[in-house]
């Protein structure tokens, strides 16, 4: 499984957008990239997940280059509610996911 | 999106006892997974359930631990015989209805408190 790099803390005001970069340099041919986000004390939530180029949900936008070394997981327009872990994750699994320890967004007013 | 129940939410045990914690997806499902992460650490992979057997399960998951599908719809893990060490929050996960088996849905967790 391709191992994630990605900043440990972000901090952001309501109403900006954030960005979250994620390296993942030995990423292979078969790995999807995949987000997700976590509250305290709640179970992770899935929220984007692309293979290359640009992928919008609801939720997120996924920006992946050409070369798929990284990934920017961006949130349009944060909310104090959008304060939680953000996790990237690489892989072809089966299901076994591999969390690392994510990045940590607060939203101040 | 699917929905996930576990209970109980909350466990407190003496160490050395055994513990069953209980999932339940609101429709049958072929794959389970168990995670736990334990205060202030990351998620951890425990087992995956595919099909009444298990496919994979990490280093965690020792003879202490077994997974069951006692009726077709819970899905159950045992550890026997408590450790301090154990006290964690339990997810279990499911996979996302038309979605690959990586994104998945948790349900709300049980936490584990081993006295």
């Known amino acids: 499984l391709a191992k994630t790099t990605q900043p440990i803390s972000m901090d952001s005001y309501e109403g900006q957008e954030v960005n979250i970069t994620c390296s993942h340099n030995n990423i292979a041919t078969n790995d999807y990239i995949t987000w997700y986000q976590q509250f305290p004390s709640q179970g992770p939530r899935f929220i984007i997940q692309g293979y290359k180029t640009k992928v919008t949900n609801e939720v997120a936008s996924l920006f992946i280059p050409a070369d798929r070394k990284s990934s920017t997981l961006s949130l349009p327009r944060v909310s104090l509610s959008d304060t939680a872990v953000y996790y990237c994750l690489v892989g072809d699994s089966w299901g076994k996911l591999q969390f690392g320890a994510g990045t940590q967004v607060v939203v101040t007013p | 999106e699917p929905e996930v129940t576990q209970t109980p939410s909350h466990q407190v045990t003496q160490m050395g006892q055994e513990v069953i914690l209980r999932c339940v997806p609101i429709s049958n499902h072929l794959y389970f997974y168990w995670y736990r992460q334990i205060l202030g650490q990351k998620v951890e992979f425990l087992v995956s359930?595919?099909?009444?057997?298990?496919?994979?399960k990490s280093e965690i998951f020792d003879d202490q631990f077994s997974v069951e599908r006692p009726d077709g719809s819970n899905f159950t893990l045992k550890i026997r015989s408590t450790k301090l060490e154990d006290s964690a929050m339990y997810f279990c996960?499911?996979?996302?209805?038309?979605?690959?088996?990586?994104?998945?849905?948790f349900g709300p967790g049980t936490r584990l408190t081993v006295l």
């Open positions: 996960a499911i996979p996302l209805l038309g979605g690959r088996t990586d994104t998945q849905y």
């Open positions: 359930f595919y099909n009444n057997e298990i496919s994979e």
